[in-house]
């Protein structure tokens, strides 16, 4: 292997040989490739060598980590491909070479073995997609990241609050708050540290061992949602209804994107509220309604994100509506007359009344009421003719329902029978007593 | 002696002038014209509490009077048109017309079977009024199939029994 620096223009050529400390026979490189190594010299240990920048100490570290004795790199000839990428890194000041003999030609030799390491050294620098992210979860539910660089897997934590599990991190159930979890990669391959050695009258060198730390932190913000369902009658736009029918006891149910179901919500007290609904977009339909009033046929989309966290919809029902015609004669001897302005007071289940009517030229009189049992009461009537008795209309459905009110005016026979005299008996007994 | 058959032959005499009674009258025509009735019945009214159960016949023939049985009254609209009323009427007192003699025993829900046309028609009592007698009752036809029965008020005089009854669901 050689050397040249542009600076002095000298070309040095070097074989290629392990530097290895006394005692231990641990090995290591060179860091400052046109310093000459004078093995009598003390050294000094140091994790900031004055002639590297932070840049290149971190380079040269990963070289030297990633390089000889890391996993498969056993062959000596991975000591000299390590010592040529760390000059590489050290100095820019000169050229670096394999040659074919010593004071040789170059020759680009090993190529592929140092790729494998820049590309070690590049996949290590790589964090996770999730890393330095904020993410926003809802409470009481769990949450899966999977890391689109995908080197999860080499990054572990110490928090059992989240998992990192085939490239995924799955965050627990947490309460509202902000959190700050941490991930880390560290590898063990050598029980110690890297260090670089330093002399004012030698070649600095450095030690191969583990890298530092490489953590990284992922937030969380964890907030509450809720969908919340107030009912209101179409009509009163209120929470009062009409007639007799009640709003509470609608059920909602709610699916998810895929109509699945996820739940039945009942409305009581003219509510109901979801708490912590995950993000996603659902569906409500109403599948049944309250006691009186129509269905309500509508989908409701509801899309829950942390921008649309609460969620409040007002939902209307229609009550059942009936429309009661009266249609009033009257007549003798099956001929009948339209009878105006006869009145009927309608009342309530209560007995109070709610509405009166009165019937029009032809003996027409109509109203429409909501849900409930009424009773139409006739209040005059022409002369000669009885009122007819009160009528129990009960508005259950809406198919409109005519009543017609006829009053007979019939002509019957004398039905009167004289307590006749059995005159034959009375006969018989006079002839007896005769 | 001769005083004493003067006695009969006067009350004979008496007896033949007096004028016959309604059960009489009755007994006659219904023996003369057997034949006509059986052509004339279109029915029956069966009414188990006060033990009636009379035929009927045709509005327009002679056996549908009041003298005679219980008579049909023209108004009537017959079952099983929709809507339908039926008027009876007929005698109440004493004697073998009286055919309404206990209609005043009935009470709500008393059942009343109607037979027209070889069909059954059940009813129930469902209101029981008097009206001042004027030669006519008055009626509230009902979205249903009525029934009304009436006769002389056996209790009030110049008061009319009126009883109304509606058909039941079958």
Not at chain 1, 193 to 198: D, E, L, N
Not at chain 1, 364 to 377: D, K, R, S, V
Request: hydrophobic letters at 30%.
């Amino acid at each position: 292997m050689s050397k040249y620096n542009y600076t002095t223009k000298t070309t040095y050529y070097q074989k290629a040989r392990f530097f290895r400390k006394n005692g231990t026979n641990e090995f290591a490189y060179c860091i400052e490739p046109f310093s000459f190594f004078n093995e009598s010299q003390t050294y000094e240990s140091t994790l900031n060598p004055n002639n590297l920048t932070q840049t290149q100490i971190d380079r040269i570290s990963k070289i030297a980590h990633f390089g000889y004795g890391y996993k498969n790199h056993t062959d000596i000839k991975w000591y000299a491909i390590t010592q040529m990428m760390i000059w590489q890194a050290s100095d820019g000041s000169g050229n670096y070479y394999f040659t074919d003999t010593l004071n040789g030609n170059a020759i680009n030799a090993y190529l592929p073995e140092m790729n494998e390491i820049n590309n070690l050294i590049n996949s290590y620098d790589i964090l996770p997609s999730i890393a330095n992210k904020t993410y926003t979860m809802v409470e009481d539910h769990s949450i899966v990241i999977e890391d689109q660089n995908k080197v999860l897997n080499n990054f572990q934590t110490d928090d059992n609050r989240i998992a990192i599990q085939n490239n995924k991190l799955t965050i627990n159930k947490l309460k509202e708050g902000k959190y700050d979890f941490t991930i880390y990669k560290q590898e063990n391959i050598y029980n110690q540290p890297y260090i670089f050695y330093q002399s004012n009258n030698s070649q600095n060198l450095i030690k191969t061992g583990n890298l530092n730390k490489l953590e990284t932190k992922i937030k969380v913000k964890v907030i509450k949602t809720f969908l919340e369902l107030s009912k209101i009658d179409k009509d009163t736009q209120s929470i009062t209804p009409r007639g007799e029918a009640i709003l509470d006891g609608a059920v909602y149910t709610l699916y998810d994107q895929n109509n699945n179901k996820i739940e039945d919500l009942t409305i009581k007290d003219n509510q109901a509220i979801i708490h912590n609904l995950n993000f996603g977009k659902y569906y409500l339909k109403e599948t049944t309604p309250g006691i009186g009033y129509t269905l309500d046929d509508n989908t409701y989309e509801i899309i829950v994100s942390e921008e649309n966290s609460k969620t409040s919809l007002i939902m209307e029902n229609k009550v059942i509506e009936k429309k009661i015609i009266v249609k009033k004669e009257y007549g003798e001897n099956n001929s009948f007359l339209k009878e105006k302005n006869i009145m009927f007071n309608i009342t309530n289940k209560n007995g109070e009344i709610i509405d009166t009517i009165t019937t029009n030229e032809d003996g027409i009189a109509e109203i429409t009421l909501p849900y409930g049992e009424y009773q139409f009461i006739q209040m005059n009537t022409t002369e000669g003719y009885s009122k007819v008795d009160p009528i129990n209309i009960t508005v259950d459905n809406q198919e409109e329902e005519v009543i017609e009110l006829k009053d007979y005016k019939i002509a019957v026979p004398n039905t009167y029978t004289k307590q006749t005299i059995n005159w034959y008996y009375l006969l018989q007994i006079l002839l007896l007593l005769i | 002696m001769i005083k004493k058959y003067y006695i009969i032959i006067l009350l004979c005499i008496v007896c033949i002038m007096i004028p016959r009674t309604e059960e009489y009258t009755k007994i006659i025509p219904n023996i003369t014209i057997i034949n006509k009735t059986t052509s004339t019945k279109i029915g029956r009214i069966n009414i188990k509490k006060i033990k009636l159960k009379e035929d009927l016949y045709k509005i327009g023939s002679e056996e549908n009077n009041v003298e005679k049985h219980v008579t049909i009254l023209k108004e009537s609209i017959f079952p099983p048109t929709e809507n339908s009323i039926v008027f009876l009427a007929a005698h109440s007192g004493s004697g073998k017309i009286a055919y309404f003699q206990e209609l005043d025993k009935l009470q709500e829900k008393d059942e009343i079977i109607l037979t027209l046309n070889n069909k059954n028609y059940y009813y129930e009592v469902k209101d029981i009024w008097e009206e001042k007698k004027n030669g006519y009752i008055n009626v509230n036809k009902e979205s249903k199939d009525q029934l009304v029965l009436t006769t002389c008020s056996p209790t009030k005089e110049q008061y009319q029994l009126v009883i109304n009854c509606i058909k039941k669901e079958s």
